[in-house]
């Protein structure tokens, strides 16, 4: 049975940094591909950044240079990195695994806020 659960999410002001992260059970984050998407209120959940199996990243335009997605397979996690936060970051983000079908975490807030 393949679980994400996703923490890290937090209060913020514009500017500044958090590191999200996403605890895989049921398979090796190694062995799939792992991506991290967010919701807005109001919007339609939407990719942030992606890794495949062999490691490749990829990420959205509007977080280039600012967010940084990697894993640990020593503890099985997917990590997103975030700086220079905007108040447009706002939102739920997820974990998404595409393993066994598919997986999706519950969601950790990001608010980014002065």
């Known amino acids: 049975q393949v679980q994400l659960v996703e923490s890290g999410g937090d209060l913020v002001q514009p500017g500044g940094s958090l590191r999200l992260s996403c605890a895989a059970s049921?398979?090796?984050?190694?062995?799939?591909?792992m991506a991290w998407y967010r919701q807005a209120p109001g919007k339609q959940r939407e990719w942030v950044a992606g890794?495949?199996?062999?490691?490749?990243?990829d990420y959205r335009d509007f977080v280039q240079d600012r967010f940084t997605i990697s894993r640990n397979t020593a503890n099985n996690t997917l990590w997103l990195e975030m700086n220079s936060l905007k108040s447009e970051d706002t939102a739920v983000y997820y974990c998404y695994a595409a393993a066994k079908g598919g997986a999706w975490g519950q969601g950790t807030q990001v608010t980014v806020s002065s």
């Open positions: 049921g398979f090796t984050v190694s062995n799939a591909y």
């Open positions: 890794i495949t199996g062999r490691g490749a990243t």
